[in-house]
C-alpha cells in the first residue's frame, strides 16, 4: 500500500510562503499525488495534483522529484484563512477510487 | 447550488437506534463513496459505489449498509448505534470509479453524528 508521511503540524505568520512535504516511499508507478485542503467543520476540498515535476494552479504548487518518493505543497503568502488541515493522497491502481488519507498536516497561520 | 449535499449535518441519538443519512450529487459523476472521519481526523473511506453497483466494501459491519437508488444518490443506514459510531460521516463523489486518470473527489459537508 502506498503509505503517506507528513508533519503533523506546522505554523506560520500571514504573508510568508509554506512549504509541506510528504512522503510517499512505496508510490507505485499509475499513481497520481493528490492533496486535499480541510477547514474545520467542512468535507475535504481538492487544492492540486501532479504525476511528475512541477504543478501550478491558482492556489498552490506542488513539486515532485524524479523519483516521486515524496512531495512538497507550496502555499504562496499565507494569510489567516489558510489556516486547515491539509491532506496528501495517493491513490491505489488495483482498486480505483480508493484514495488512503493520512492524519494531514494542521497547518496553522498566526497574524 | 451545493455539488455534494447531505442530511442531517446534525445527529445525535441513543445506542441501539437505528438512523438513516441521505446523499446526493448534481454533478452528474458516475461514483459516490461513503468516508468516516473519526475523533483524530483519520478519514477512512467506508463504501463506494459506481453506477448503484457496490464496488468497495471496507470491512465495516453489517450494521452499515448503503443504499443507492440511482447514480445521483448514496444514503447510509446505520442499526443498532453503537457508542463507537460517534464521528463525521462524509458523503462524497468523482467522475469515475479510477484513480489512474487524476480522479478528483468532491466531499460534501458531513454529517455529525453522536451516540449516546
Known amino acids: 500500500l502506498a503509505k503517506t508521511t507528513q508533519p503533523i503540524s506546522m505554523d506560520s505568520y500571514e504573508g510568508q510562503e509554506v512549504n509541506i512535504t510528504c512522503s510517499h516511499n512505496?508510490?507505485?508507478?499509475?499513481?497520481?499525488i493528490t492533496w486535499y485542503q480541510q477547514f474545520p467543520s467542512q468535507g475535504p476540498r481538492f487544492i492540486i495534483q501532479?504525476?511528475?515535476t512541477k504543478v501550478t494552479n491558482e492556489v498552490a504548487s506542488l513539486f515532485i522529484p524524479a523519483d516521486r518518493k515524496s512531495s512538497t505543497l507550496s502555499l504562496p503568502r499565507v494569510s489567516l484563512s489558510d489556516t486547515a488541515v491539509y491532506y496528501c493522497?495517493?491513490?491505489?491502481?488495483?482498486?480505483?477510487?480508493?484514495?488512503?488519507f493520512g492524519q494531514g498536516t494542521e497547518l496553522s497561520v498566526k497574524p | 447550488d451545493t455539488a455534494v449535499s447531505q442530511t442531517p449535518k446534525y445527529l445525535v441519538t441513543q445506542m441501539g437506534n437505528d438512523k438513516s443519512i441521505k446523499c446526493e450529487q448534481n454533478?452528474?459523476?458516475?461514483?459516490m463513496y461513503w468516508y468516516k472521519q473519526d475523533s483524530k481526523k483519520f478519514l477512512k473511506i467506508m463504501f463506494s459505489?459506481?453506477?448503484?453497483?457496490?464496488?468497495i466494501n471496507e470491512t465495516v459491519p453489517n450494521r452499515f449498509s448503503p443504499k443507492s437508488p440511482d447514480k445521483a444518490h448514496l444514503n447510509l443506514h446505520i442499526n443498532s448505534l453503537e457508542l463507537g459510531d460517534s464521528a463525521v460521516y462524509f458523503c462524497a463523489s468523482s467522475l469515475k470509479h479510477q484513480t489512474l486518470s487524476g480522479n478528483t473527489i468532491y466531499f460534501g459537508e458531513g454529517s455529525w453524528l453522536t451516540v449516546v
Open positions: 512505496n508510490i507505485a508507478t499509475n499513481d497520481y
Open positions: 501532479g504525476y511528475k
Open positions: 454533478l452528474g459523476h458516475d461514483t
Open positions: 493522497l495517493v491513490g491505489e491502481n488495483n482498486q480505483g477510487g480508493k484514495l488512503i
Open positions: 459505489y459506481n453506477n448503484k453497483e457496490l464496488i
